[in-house]
T-cell receptor
Framework: SQQGEEDPQALSIQEGENATMNCSYK?????LQWYRQNSGRGLVHLIL?????REKHSGRLRVTLDTSKKSSSLLITASRAADTASYFC??????????FGQGTRLTINP | GAGVSQSPSNKVTEKGKDVELRCDPI?????LYWYRQSLGQGLEFLIY????????KSGLPSDRFSAERTGGSVSTLTIQRTQQEDSAVYLC????????????FGPGTRLTVL
């Protein structure tokens, strides 16, 4: 069954602007991860935030987690054309089984 | 070291044929996952191997799908009597099985059933 649900499904912004994507989930989690996928092939891990963390940074990425609202957000600052991709959140249940959302398609316009 | 590799990268087959998809995980990774991704969709969990434990097959969509992992390393996903709805990208991921929860994905196999 689907766990993470990303919002919006698609986002188009100008280069240099910030992009924010949201993810909601339904059950208790061990951690939440964000992945990027280019051209519909392999996924690249971006960042992991554990259930006892509220915010995490990695370069131009900022992830927040609100376990009371069962939601997370991914912020990409100062976007670049190379950031164009699909972004997925995934939640970890039990034995590290990841459940993925449908993804947000991000387009950065030059 | 090398990442997760999958073969073939693309496979076109006729409806009713059997196909085998291969995944070579990162050396030393004890856990291995198979996912399926239909066009424009998220990832659908298929099966999970962890060490010598019995695999979690809860995501396999039908009995036409099976997977094995030989020697705790290479895995093969087999789809028998393929149907057009089996067309998708099949992704494999591995992880250490320890406290690092990051999954490392292969490039995927794009399966097209005509």
């Amino acid at each position: 069954s689907q766990q993470g649900e990303e919002d919006p499904q698609a986002l188009s912004i100008q280069e240099g602007e910030n992009a924010t994507m949201n993810c909601s989930y339904k059950t208790s989690i061990n951690n939440l991860q964000w992945y990027r996928q280019n051209s519909g092939r392999g996924l690249v891990h971006l960042i992991l935030i554990r259930s006892n963390e509220r915010e995490k940074h990695s370069g131009r990425l900022r992830v927040t987690l609100d376990t009371s609202k069962k939601s997370s957000s991914l912020l990409i600052t100062a976007s670049r054309a190379a950031d164009t991709a699909s972004y997925f959140c995934a939640t970890s249940e039990g034995a590290q089984k990841l459940v993925f959302g449908q993804g947000t398609r991000l387009t950065i316009n030059p | 070291g090398a990442g997760v590799s999958q073969s073939p990268s693309n496979k076109v087959t006729e409806k009713g044929k059997d196909v085998e998809l291969r995944c070579d995980p990162i050396s030393g990774h004890t856990a291995l996952y198979w996912y399926r991704q239909s066009l424009g969709q998220g990832l659908e969990f298929l099966i999970y191997f962890q060490g010598n434990s019995a695999p979690d097959k809860s995501g396999l969509p039908s009995d036409r799908f099976s997977a094995e992992r030989t020697g705790g390393s290479v895995s093969t996903l087999t789809i028998q009597r393929t149907q057009q709805e089996d067309s998708a990208v099949y992704l494999c991921a591995s992880l250490t099985g320890h406290s690092t929860d990051t999954q490392y994905f292969g490039p995927g196999t794009r399966l097209t059933v005509l």
